[in-house]
């Protein structure tokens, strides 16, 4: 593009290349292909379609499946906190208050079971922490990725002329 000092558009079009692998992005594009072509042939265009209208943060959302994946650090701390309370539960149902000998032999298995309950708070705490990290970087790395496409369509393929074009308004 910076050697042919012109917009790619119309050698696109020419060559029909293939500009995604993802069959959600192929349909977006192609649905985008359809109104910018549909707009092109009315002979009173009002307006001019952009990319971003089809190809946005939006399937990001709806790739990464957003939402859900929102819940799933939670969950992971609810479930370690759900393991707290059960091996609490667990090593308190056989502690006896009894003679020394059945506090004694009871001290063992409440023990065991406050270890399940720190170790599943542990492994909650952690496992969130680990997703959460992960989650929000791949999801950094995916909304970079779109803006870096959007950016580069119209600084090289097709600008947005209510935006970057001649027609440029105020």
Known sequence: ASNSHQFLWEPYKASQIELFEDNRLKAEFQDYLFELNRITDTEKAYYKCDIEDYINLGIVDSVMHRNILNQVAGAM??????????????????????????????????????????????????????????????????????GEFLNAYRKYVLPDTTTDGINKTS
């Open 77 to 146: 701390t609810g479930l370690g906190i759900l393991g707290t309370f059960i091996g609490l539960s667990l090593g308190l149902q056989s502690f006896s208050t009894g003679s020394t000998a059945e506090v004694t032999n009871s001290i063992a298995p409440l023990m065991n079971g406050i270890k399940v309950a720190f170790h599943t708070s542990i492994y909650g705490m952690v496992f969130s922490l680990v997703f959460n990290y992960v989650y929000k970087r791949k999801l950094e790395e995916a909304e970079t990725a779109v």
